[in-house]
């Protein structure tokens, strides 16, 4: 009897509504947990639980030649797979002071900017569907398809390429590659406006978006956010324009950058990216180089000398840090990285405390998380 | 007054970004040519992946059940996750030296992330990806698989 | 008029009548109903069911799919394969549920839809009960649907299911006030609750037409009022699948959450229906006053093709809806009833009552 009324009295003084979002929950994307705690609908703190995709991918490493180390890599943030190809091989690249062919970095540099594109593509999907237009996912899958071709074609992989190796390329690209990439630029130019009318514009979509979870530049420097999210604060870090790689030094191109950053920013400086990086492609294939050359002359076994080596590039999320340390074997002694959405992750709290259950799913959706990259 | 009018023209602005939402889904619905999906297992036929795709690792044959593998365990040493298993055998030549040829080359395909390190690094050319997708099997014994045909041997250009 | 070439009434009443010269009256009487309950009960089950595969196949189409297309021709029989899948499923107990609620309130929230359909005029004479308070009716039954999602997000004991069962509560309290004043509209218009009179009071014209502005304005009012009622995207807020996984039926397995998935079909078959009824016409066929040729080719349609024509253009239209709109939240949701509709429904009322005074309408 005593005990029964113990536990009553525990409950009244614990008022917390605790839900688990997660590990399966339709809107993480993955195997993501949030513990949230809620009055009534508000969220009064939430508490990113990660780890249940961890995989050990950098002790992994640890055991494998470099070039072997880029398939794994792919399964990082596999909608950005080359962009993660690239950091690891420019690492390397760097490390041995090996200088690609020109016509190789344009290759690269196409390649990821088709990835950018195409993970913004499948972002903008998933990002719909979380508030519930069911369409939209359709809608970008369908565009999404027309790239995964071109990469199908060239690399032979349509998800995780596989395709850059340390010193340039795995084969050389499709013959068809630079009319390929027009054709779909002419395509997609139609498309995107599409996505503006369906959902850009639909006063269900701003209202749900606009003045809702609002992060300052300061929050966004302190916490290490990066890429698109970044950018919509007003924070000033694409890697391409601050540390440039591969063929951004050679052209000239616009960085996204809106102040006000809440998620209808966030959103907006990922569609702007989208038309932004049609812009890139166009430019580059221009200055493409023509002829064969796919890869450097490289040794066929790869020992770094012994050092400390880092190299990062811009994926579709944000800042991709390789940090290698080298004991001179053909193996690394330590592979870091700085994976952008583990950093982007964090800031989650920060931003959904006081709003609704269905902003947070609206606000970790702007955010754009990869869940795997971020167990990594 | 004028926040009267400001609700009102809120009120039209809003049914009207509506509107021009549902023309798209519209003008998808009647136009029943753009459908993208595909019906898959009748269209099989006709379904071509591209020359490149990666979808199974072979060795390709001529026609005499020739190859070109030597068994130099390239492709094993090369694997990041122990797909390829190379076991050689030693033959003696017409001329009294013994030489190594492969003996069986298994594959598994059940534990391959398709890479493609293998037919990258492959010095003779052995290797290859075929276009075959349809993995799927009843029994995982049936995914280890044997690259070289039974009978079969290195290509005589390459042998001597 | 053409039409009534097509009155069913005299074979309803020569059933009746076999009936009750063949039986002594309580058994006829029983026999009776026992009839209507049958036939009631499979038109539910094939419309729910075709329901969910016209819906299948319309946001297939306009997401550029083939959409079901395996079971039968063009999958026509897709889902009544479903329904076997679900009858088969187990039914699984929730250890912590309360278990009475629990089971009871799927059976709640088919029969506050059951019960709605029993007053719609489907054709000329084919008309289970003429209420003289029908609309009334229709209103009161259908909201007695939200008891038993209230009750299945409770007794589920799961917190994702209560959040869901209370927005859903919050959203048929509020939004029923949107559904009653937009058919007040047409009541004053014509005069009368009785679905029939309502009808037959349209046939020199549907009151959409007729009633000009007010009545259209009423028309949308009542689509969007009634598609949140029947807790449709973009008011799903009480499954809201990316938020709440599946709301208040979260914990429902096998032919028990086909119960629910059924129930709200055919309340959207209920919420069209009504607006075809009252808006559009009902079975009524069009008829433009003047033009005797075109009215009587268009009597030539029978009603009943007529009044499934019309539902079916008001379910295509709240399909259409869902399948291009994002979801509403929660404080939006009730925004838009308590600071859009509602406003406008009254503002529409009192203009009605002055046009209505006038007699400013096409009578």
């Known amino acids: 009897m005593s005990e029964e009324k113990k536990v009553i009295v525990e409950l009244d003084e614990n008022p917390e509504y605790i839900i688990n979002m997660g590990p399966q929950h339709p809107s993480t994307h993955g195997v993501l947990r949030f513990e949230v705690s809620l009055q009534g609908e508000t969220v009064k703190y939430l508490i990113p639980h ?32 080359h962009m993660n190809n690239e950091a690891v091989s420019l690492c390397v690249e760097k490390a041995l002071d090996i200088e690609v062919p020109e016509r190789v970095k344009y290759i690269r540099s196409i390649l990821s900017e088709l990835n950018r594109i195409a993970s913004h593509q499948l972002w903008w999907c998933a990002f719909g569907m979380d508030l519930g237009g069911l369409t939209c996912f359709f809608y970008g899958l369908r565009d999404r398809e027309k790239i995964l071709d071109i990469f199908e074609e060239s690399c032979g992989s349509r998800l995780l390429h596989s395709f850059v190796v ?36 639909n006063v269900i979509f701003q209202n749900r978006t606009r003045d809702l979870g609002i992060m300052s530049k300061e929050t966004a420097i302190s916490y290490g956010i990066t890429g698109p999210s970044a950018r919509a604060s007003g924070f000033a870090c694409d890697i391409r ?14 960085e996204i950058l809106y102040t006000e950053g809440d998620t209808f920013h966030r959103y907006k400086a990922r569609m702007d990216e989208m038309w932004e990086s049609m812009v890139i492609l166009e430019k580059l294939l221009d200055k493409m180089p023509d002829g064969n050359d796919y890869t450097a002359k490289m040794k066929p076994v790869i020992k770094l000398p012994e050092g400390e080596y880092f190299q990062r590039v811009e994926t579709a999320r944000g800042e991709l840090g390789v940090y290698i340390v080298s004991d001179g074997n053909k193996t690394p002694y330590r592979l870091k990285l700085r994976t952008p959405n583990f950093s982007n992750l964090f800031v989650m709290n920060k931003l959904t405390a006081g709003y609704k259950i269905a902003d947070l799913v609206a606000i970790s959706g702007s955010l754009d998380l990869v869940i795997p990259d971020i167990d990594r | 007054m004028k926040s009267i009018f400001d609700y009102i023209a809120g009120i039209f602005k809003g049914v009207w970004s509506l509107l021009k939402g ?12 753009k459908i993208v999906t595909q019906k898959y297992p009748e269209n099989r036929k006709k379904l071509k992946m591209y020359d490149r ?19 130099c365990g390239i492709c094993e040493m090369n694997c990041p996750n122990g797909s390829i298993e190379v076991i050689s055998d030693k033959i003696i030549t017409s001329e009294g030296k013994s030489k190594r040829i492969i ?28 276009q075959e997708f349809e993995h799927a099997v009843f029994d995982r014994n049936k995914l280890t698989k044997v690259l070289n045909n039974p009978g079969s041997s290195l290509v005589k250009d390459l042998a001597e | 008029m053409g039409y009534q070439k097509y009155d069913l009434a005299p074979l309803t009443h020569s059933i009746d009548q076999y009936l009750y010269s063949h039986l002594s009256s309580t058994w006829a009487f029983l026999a009776e109903m026992t009839l209507i309950g ?32 395996r079971v039968g021709w063009y999958g026509v029989l897709q889902t009544i394969a479903d329904l076997f899948k679900l009858l088969l499923k187990e039914l699984i107990t929730i250890r912590k549920a309360d278990k009475l609620l629990f089971n009871i309130a799927p059976f709640i929230v088919i029969i506050a839809s059951f019960l709605g359909i029993a007053a719609i005029p489907f054709a000329m004479g084919l008309h289970a009960i003429d209420f003289n308070i029908g609309i009334f009716y229709i209103m009161a039954v259908s909201s007695v649907g939200v008891v038993g999602i209230l009750i299945a997000g409770w007794s589920s004991n799961n917190k994702y299911s209560l959040i869901g069962a209370m927005r859903s509560g919050a959203q048929i309290v509020s939004y029923e006030l949107s559904v009653g004043l937009s058919l007040l509209v047409i009541v004053i218009y014509s005069g009368t609750l009785q679905l029939s009179t309502l009808v037959e009071s349209q046939a020199d014209g549907w009151w959409i037409i007729k009633g000009h502005i007010p009545a259209i304005l009423a028309f949308f009012v009542f689509v969007t009022a009634g598609t949140a009622e029947t807790n449709r995207g973009p008011f799903d807020l009480a499954e809201a699948e990316s938020e709440l996984t599946a709301g208040f039926h979260t914990e429902y397995s096998g032919i028990k959450f086909a119960f629910f998935f059924l129930a709200e079909y055919m309340n959207m078959f209920l919420v069209a229906s009504v607006a075809a009824t009252v808006f559009l016409g009902g079975w009524m066929p069009l008829h433009i ?65 002055l046009i209505v005074l006038m007699g400013w309408y096409i009578k």
């Open chain 1, 241 to 254: 324009k601050v540390e440039p790689y591969s063929a951004y030094p050679y052209i000239d191109f616009k």
């Open chain 3, 289 to 353: 006053p003047g033009l005797e040729g075109f009215n009587n080719a268009m009597d030539f349609i029978p009603p009943i093709v007529w009044y499934f024509g019309k539902t079916a253009f008001v379910i295509f239209l709240m399909m259409w809806i869902k399948w291009t709109f994002p979801r509403l939240r929660i404080d939006q949701l009730l925004n838009l009833e308590w600071k859009y509709l509602l406003p406008i429904n009254l503002v529409n009322i009192v203009v009605v009552a």
């Open chain 2, 103 to 130: 003996g069986t080359h298994i594959y598994h395909l059940s534990m391959c992330t398709f890479c493609g390190l293998c037919v990258k690094s492959c010095p003779s050319n052995a290797l290859a990806f075929s």
């Open chain 1, 50 to 81: 990660c780890g249940y995709i961890h995989r050990g991918i950098e002790k992994m490493c640890e055991s494998l030649t470099y070039p072997q180390i880029i398939h794994l890599t792919d399964r990082l943030d596999y909608l950005s797979a």
């Open chain 1, 166 to 201: 340390p010193g340039g390329l795995m084969h050389d690209v499709h013959p068809n590659f630079k009319q390929s990439i027009r054709d779909f630029i002419k395509y997609f130019r139609k498309k995107l406006p599409e996505y503006d009318t369906l959902l850009t514009g």
């Open chain 3, 38 to 69: 049958v036939v009631f009960l499979i038109f539910y089950a094939v419309i729910g069911l075709y329901l969910v595969l016209a819906e299948r196949k319309v946001c297939a189409f306009m997401q550029n799919r083939i959409g079901p297309n």
């Open chain 2, 22 to 33: 549902m023309t798209i889904t519209g003008k998808y619905f009647i136009r029943l040519d």
């Open chain 2, 53 to 71: 795709f990666k979808g199974e690792l072979i060795m390709p044959h001529d026609v005499n059940n020739f190859h070109k593998c030597n068994g």
